[in-house]
Nanobody
Framework: QVQLVESGGGLVQAGGSLRLSCAAS????????MGWFRQAPGKEREFVAA????????YYADSVKGRFTVSRDNAKNTVYLQMNSLKPEDTAVYYC?????????????????WGQGTQVTVSS
C-alpha cells in the first residue's frame, strides 16, 4: 500500500513557476514508476509527466514538454514536478500517482495509487 500526499500548488501569474512535491509512504516507493496527471473543470483527467523507478526515463505530454520537469528522490520517497513558464491553460488540479509497473506509463489506468490532488491556478 502506498499513500501519496501532494503539496506546492497555488496561484501564480502567467510566466511564473511552481514546484509540486508528492511525498509517498511505504518501503516500496523506489520500485514504482510515478506520474503526474491534471484535471481542469469540465475536462477529463490528462497525463502530464512520468518518471520510471530509477529516474533513467521520463515522459511528458506535448503540452508541457520543455516547460515542466519531473524528478524523484528515492531516499526521500518524493517525486517533484517543476513547472516553468506557466500558462492559464495549465490551471487544474494536479494529481500524483504511483504505478507498480516500474517503467512508467502515459495511461491513468496503469497507476494503482493516487494522491488527493493540489490546485494550481495560473492567472493571465
Amino acid at each position: 500500500q502506498v499513500q501519496l500526499v501532494e503539496s506546492g500548488g497555488g496561484l501564480v501569474q502567467a510566466g511564473g513557476s511552481l514546484r509540486l512535491s508528492c511525498a509517498a509512504s511505504g518501503r516500496t516507493f523506489s520500485s514504482y514508476a510515478m506520474g503526474w496527471f491534471r484535471q481542469a473543470p469540465g475536462k477529463e483527467r490528462e497525463f502530464v509527466a512520468a518518471i520510471n523507478w530509477n529516474a533513467m526515463s521520463t515522459y511528458y505530454a506535448d503540452s508541457v514538454k520543455g516547460r515542466f520537469t519531473v524528478s524523484r528522490d528515492n531516499a526521500k520517497n518524493t517525486v517533484y514536478l517543476q513547472m516553468n513558464s506557466l500558462k492559464p491553460e495549465d490551471t487544474a488540479v494536479y494529481y500524483c500517482a504511483a504505478s507498480r509497473y516500474g517503467g512508467g506509463s502515459y495511461y491513468y489506468n496503469e497507476y494503482h495509487y493516487w494522491g488527493q490532488g493540489t490546485q494550481v491556478t495560473v492567472s493571465s
